[in-house]
């Protein structure tokens, strides 16, 4: 987080802890049939509610919010968290522990529904979930993306370092990995049945799960749209960024090493 950020992430928090959370689980008239799917680890239980209430603050409400959590961490779960169960949002317990679980029990379970990922550590503008049901219907068949990285080469087809992948010089479908932290909508069957294989994506991506769905996508030749009329970006909730799955990626190049295994083991070519 940066130091700019701290005052309108306080000032968030405080907003969204005011709002009385028997009118936040009411089903409203805005409602859409969208899926909210996420996930979080244990050090972030105690300030997740914050992000699920600025899910359930959506202008245009999602039809169910659910969060996967291992079975391990149900005895840690905290009552700020809990008094917002209801008829949308609900905990889930799950035997798997990974990142891949914000969306893979929520395939398994929603097939036919669009399904949205988002991360644990963030406030999402209240027009976050209209935008990207706005961008659905332009391109219904599409994961739709509010931040993307185009996977990048060196002249001798090798993976350059993850740093490298721009964020914005996007030039062909194929190499366009869409970026999970501010969110991504998933239309109904954007993937095959493989894309739930827990054996195969803890083997190849234990700690990769966007580079796990971007190699379903291409499998299942689902393309990557990145919306053209983005919210705000996300505000990140304060005392939430010490553990990271990006840091250990980035900080030690495994998302290249994870990138490998898979082109090599579905003999994906990024180069067409």
Known sequence: MK?????LSLFSEL???SLNSNKLKNVKSNHSDIIV??????SRLKKVHITVRSILNQKLQPKKIILWLNESDKKYVPESLLKLEGSIFNIKYVTLNCPHIKLVYALEQFPEECIVTCDDDFIYDRN??????????????????????????DNNKKLLPYKSWNLSDIKKNKTVL?????????PPKAFLPIAIDSELFLKLTPKADDLWFKAMAILNNTEITLAQNPPKEPIPVF???????????????????QMENLIEHFKLNLHE
């Open 3 to 7: 130091l700019k950020e701290i005052p």
């Open 15 to 17: 907003y969204l802890k």
């Open 37 to 42: 799917s996420f996930t979080t680890i244990p």
């Open 128 to 153: 976050w979930l209209k935008r990207l049901s706005e961008e659905h219907l332009k391109h219904p068949n599409n994961i739709i993306a509010l931040k993307v990285r185009q996977i990048q080469f």
């Open 178 to 186: 869409a970026i999970g932290s501010e969110g991504v909508l998933y």
């Open 239 to 257: 005392g939430t960024q010490e553990i990271s799955l990006k840091k250990a990626n980035v900080g030690q190049n495994q998302n290249v090493k």
